[in-house]
């Protein structure tokens, strides 16, 4: 079975400084995976050249069987890759339902399907059908994230690309986001997610790639991962030290 998406040897970076390097990932139909990584690996800059947000310089994406390298991305969103950036971008004075309606835009969704598709995303969030006529910056973070991701699922993404989900959020509303997430994955939807906390992201993968320095430094079954240094090593930047170390002795 060929992959929903498929990157292969990207190079992206910004203003001509180079982050990533050779860069090959695949998302299955149906499995949720977690790109893991320290802070400014290059997780986010992965996500925004796969969905069109900056331009790579060099390799290949493919979706549903499509070249899409290059493409605008309201183009690529067209084709059921849905992006939910960092920082839930919501329109803080509109309500709960304007916000959802404005997930629709440029979607080619009829309006006569446009409830009934608001219906089905609000299922994973039940929460919030009962705050529709409330203002998004009235909302808790955690019902923000719920609707930043309702926003996306209003689309029926075939991919739906998450990032950071958890940030800024206290445990209570992560386990909160996570369940949602994990029933989405229990529904048949696929997820590709860069999360900070490691642990929760392999627990709701299953599979996952660690990112170090731009680069693929580990990838594998989530389970494996979990008992494996790869994590540590590329969080902590044992690998590159080491590999400084033996620079410095040559
Ligand atoms: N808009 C931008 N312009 C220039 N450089 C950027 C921009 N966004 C990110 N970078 C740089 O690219 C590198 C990778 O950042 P990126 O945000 O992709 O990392 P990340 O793994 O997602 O980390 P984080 O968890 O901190 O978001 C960092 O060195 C960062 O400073």
Known sequence: MSALLSVEGLDAGYGGVPILRGVSIEVSAGETVALLGSNGAGKSTLLRAISGLIRPSAGTVTFAGEEITRRAPHQIVRRGLVHVPEGRRLFARQTVASNLELGFFGSGVARADEAARVEAALDLFPALKTRMETYAGLLSGGQQQMLAIAQGLVRDPRLLILDEPSLGLAP???????????????????????????DRALRLARRAYVMSQGQIAAAGDADTLRGSNALEEAYLGVGAELAHDAGERT
């Not at 386990?175 to 994990?182: G, I, K, N, Q, S």
């Open 172 to 198: 209570v509303l992560v386990d909160e986001v996570f369940a949602a997430l994990t029933e989405l994955g229990r529904r048949g939807g696929t997820v590709l997610i860069v999360e900070q906390l490691a």
